[in-house]
């Protein structure tokens, strides 16, 4: 019988595997507050262009009105 060599690969580097989850936690906070962020535009989209269209008919129309 061949004699079985175990290959042992060392301690594991916590230090690296820490890095690692912190770039993926930061990278996974960035993606939430993006879909957050685009979920509030899509909800105040068409109030957001009433409002803004009302004030600048105001803004034209009352100076047009005035002269």
């Not at 290959?7 to 594991?12: D, V």
């Not at 509030?40 to 047009?64: E, K, R, T």
Request: charged share 20%; hydrophobic share 55%; glycine share 8%.
């Amino acid at each position: 019988m061949a004699e079985e060599e175990k290959k042992t690969s060392g301690a594991i580097r916590m230090a690296a595997i820490d890095t690692i989850m912190s770039d993926i936690k930061f990278k996974s906070q960035i993606i939430a507050r993006t879909n957050k962020l685009d979920s509030g535009i899509m909800d105040s989209g068409i109030p957001g262009f009433a409002a803004g269209m009302l004030i600048v008919m105001v803004l034209v129309l009352v100076p047009v009105f005035l002269i």
